[in-house]
C-alpha cells in the first residue's frame, strides 16, 4: 500500500473539502427569528376537495401566519367559491384571510359589489390583480364595461374602502411583458395607484429574487415585495407549468428530484429541504416575509415552516 493510501487528505472528497473554496454556513434557525409567512389555498371544486382544503387550513392555523388568501380562478370562474371559502374562514378560524380579485370577465360595477362584500363580512386586505384569461381563450380581452388593468382595478378599488391592497410581481418577468423593463413599469404603475405591497410569482434562484429587488429599488418601488415560494413535489408538472409561466427552473433542482418520481416520501422531504433552504439564503440577505404556495396541502407547508422555526400556538 502507498503512502497516498495511509494519508486521508490524499483522497478525493476529504482534500477538496480540506482544500477547496469556503462557502459560509447558513444561520442555522435557533440563531434567528422564524419569518413572517403566509399562506395560499384555491377554492374547492367539490366536497372531496373542500375537506381537503380544511383539512390544510386546520393543520396550518395553529403557526398563526400573518394571514392567507384564496385566489380566484381563471376568468372568474371561482368567484362565489372563493367567497364562499374567505367568508367561512372569517368565521370559523382566528386567521386573517385575503381575498384574490381579478379583473377578467365582470364589470367595474360588479368588482366593486364583490369587494363591498367583502368589507361587510370584515375582510381588509385584497390581492388585485389583472388575472388569466378563461380556458380556451387565445389572450386576455378586459370586459367592455370592466377595469382594463391592474393599476385601474387597484385605483377602483382604493374607492370602494380602505383595503390593503397587494398586487402581483415578476422577478422573471411577466410572460406576456413587452421586456423586462416595461413589466417592471407596470409594477410601479400598480404601486403608485395605491397598492401597499406585492407578492412575486414563484422562482427557485435567490439570486433571481435579489437582482429584481435591486431593480424595484432603482425604479423607486419602496413598498414590500414578499418572494411567493413554492415547495415542489410533481417537479414534471412544476417544468411545465413553469414554462408557461415564465419562471426558470435550475438544473441543480432536476438533479435533486432525478430518479424519485415514483418516490412520494423521499420527493416531499426533498422539497421540504429545498423550500427551506431557499428561505434561509433568503433570510440572510435581509428577507424576513414570505407567501408559501400551499397547494391546499398542508403536510408539506407545515414541514418547511417547522424547519424555519415556526412552532404551532394554542388556537383559542
Known sequence: MDQASHNPTRHGTLERWLTGP?????????DMAPPKLSFEFFPPKSATME??????????????????????????TTRSRTHATVSRIVAETSLTPVA??????????????????????????????????????????????????AEDLVRGLRGVADFDITVGAYPETHPTALSPE??????KRKIDAGATRAITQYFFDTDIYLRFIERCHKAGITVPIVPGILPVTNFAQ???????CGAS?????GHLF???????????????????????????????EFHIYTLNRSDLAYAVAHLLGARPRPVA
Not at 365582470?106 to 366593486?112: K, L, Y
Not at 386586505?125 to 370592466?146: C, F, M, N, S, W
Not at 427552473?249 to 433542482?253: G, I, L, R, T
Not at 415514483?262 to 428577507?287: P, S
Open 238 to 244: 412544476v417544468v411545465k407549468f413553469s414554462a408557461m
Open 51 to 76: 375537506a381537503s382544503l380544511w383539512e390544510c387550513i386546520r393543520r396550518l392555523e395553529p403557526l398563526a401566519p400573518r394571514f392567507v388568501s384564496v385566489t380566484y380562478g381563471a376568468g372568474g
Open 249 to 253: 427552473v435550475p438544473e441543480w433542482m
Open 22 to 30: 469556503r462557502i459560509p454556513a447558513l444561520p442555522a434557525p435557533r
Open 182 to 187: 416595461a413589466d417592471l413599469d407596470f409594477l
Open 100 to 149: 384574490h380579485l381579478t379583473t377578467v370577465g365582470a364589470t367595474r360595477e360588479e368588482v366593486h359589489e364583490v369587494a363591498r362584500e367583502y368589507w361587510a363580512a370584515g375582510v381588509r386586505h385584497i390581492v388585485a390583480l389583472r388575472g388569466d384569461p378563461p380556458v380556451g381563450a387565445a389572450q386576455y380581452e378586459p370586459h367592455p364595461g370592466g377595469y382594463a388593468q
Open 258 to 288: 432525478e430518479g424519485i418520481d415514483d418516490d412520494a416520501e423521499t420527493r416531499k422531504m426533498v422539497a421540504a429541504m429545498v423550500a427551506a433552504e431557499q428561505v434561509r439564503l433568503l433570510q440572510a440577505n435581509g428577507v424576513d
